[in-house]
């Protein structure tokens, strides 16, 4: 038993916007795997840890003995980098799954070098697919369509999404059962999310009934600045506990691990930034939305 599950539930501890943090304890191993449970990362601004949350939620999410396939759903294949694997070179991808009928997943899935972490790769051929899409029947259910064969082989699915609202996003927001939205500590990242969260209503009502929001992040929060501090409080105010209690740090070790192609749990997997992923893995478990 590790000395977590000996805690209270409420840590004597506050969250970064007052709130009692609650101890999320490492979550049970499972008996038997899938149907996985698809969350799509999506915030239409660019930069905000999307990519960096995918790999990191997912890479912690399989230490927990979780099943997890990363959808690299972004043309410019960042979470296939992130991963060691050079997207570029091959010539079957998440692009081939999408344009021709018969392509094979399974033939097109890569495994990682973390143990249960698997990879749909991407690289820039997705771009194209944005526009031969539109011509499509049912268009914005292809991604739902072709991740369908693989579902009960995973306990979980991250789509890594663009930082647009196009095509491609609706694709993923039509796949998922639920949404977490990675929100950058600064002054600005509340532009853009009410525009977010109508796109997901709309998604809601017309293409996809279960789609939920499972939670905002709040990425790169430094404590010692008074700036980072407001702008949880703000989002906290304008979403209440759709603000999720585990913010992420920023730290250089995140650039760092995605130059050396690894989570940040296996590149420094006793940096806080590794914890915090960990912490933000056992909470969504705690929610309900992870196995
Ligand atoms: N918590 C953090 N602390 C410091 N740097 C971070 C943190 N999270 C992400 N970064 C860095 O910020 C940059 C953008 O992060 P990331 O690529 O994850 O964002 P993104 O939302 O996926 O971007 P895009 O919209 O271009 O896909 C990267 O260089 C990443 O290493
Ligand atoms: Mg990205």
Redesign the pocket.
């Known amino acids: 038993m590790n000395s977590q599950a000996q805690n209270p539930v409420l840590s004597a501890t506050l969250d970064a916007v007052g709130r009692p943090l609650p101890v999320f304890r490492a979550p049970a191993p499972l008996a038997s795997h899938g149907p996985a449970r698809i969350i799509a990362m999506c ?1 239409q ?10 790999i990191n939620l997912a890479a912690a999410l399989a230490e927990y003995g979780r099943r997890v396939l990363i959808v690299d759903f ?1 043309p ?1 294949g ?1 979470a296939s980098v992130g991963l060691g694997i050079n997207a570029h070179e091959l010539d079957q991808t998440i692009y081939n799954l999408l344009m021709e009928r018969g392509a094979d997943i399974r033939s097109i899935i890569r495994q990682t070098a973390v143990e249960n972490l698997d990879l749909l790769p991407a690289n820039i051929d997705l771009s194209a697919a944005e526009v031969q899409l539109v011509g499509e029947v049912a268009r914005e259910n292809v991604l739902a369509r072709v991740l369908r064969p693989v579902l009960d082989d995973y306990d979980v699915v991250l789509i ?1 999404c ?2 647009s609202l196009g095509l491609l996003t609706v694709n993923a927001l039509t796949a998922a059962h639920g949404v977490v939205i ?1 929100l950058e500590c600064e002054f600005f990242a509340l532009r853009g999310v009410a525009l977010l969260i109508e796109t997901i209503d709309k998604v809601r009502d017309r293409l996809n009934p279960r789609l939920e929001v499972d939670g905002i992040v709040a ?3 430094d404590p010692r600045t008074l700036h980072s501090r407001e702008v949880v409080q703000r989002v906290h105010e304008a979403f209440g506990d759709r603000l999720m209690h585990t913010v ?5 070790k ?2 760092d691990a ?1 130059v050396a192609a690894e989570p940040i749990t296996t590149y420094a997997p006793h940096h806080s ?1 590794a914890a915090a992923y960990r912490q933000l893995a056992r909470e969504l478990v705690a929610r309900g939305d992870a196995a």
Do not use: E, L
């Not at 601004?45 to 949350?53: D, F, P």
């Not at 992420?248 to 250089?252: E, K």
């Open positions: 915030n601004k660019g930069g905000v840890g999307k990519t960096t949350t995918t972004d410019q960042a890594d663009q930082p990675p990425t790169m929060y992420i740090g920023r730290t250089v995140f650039p995605s930034g």
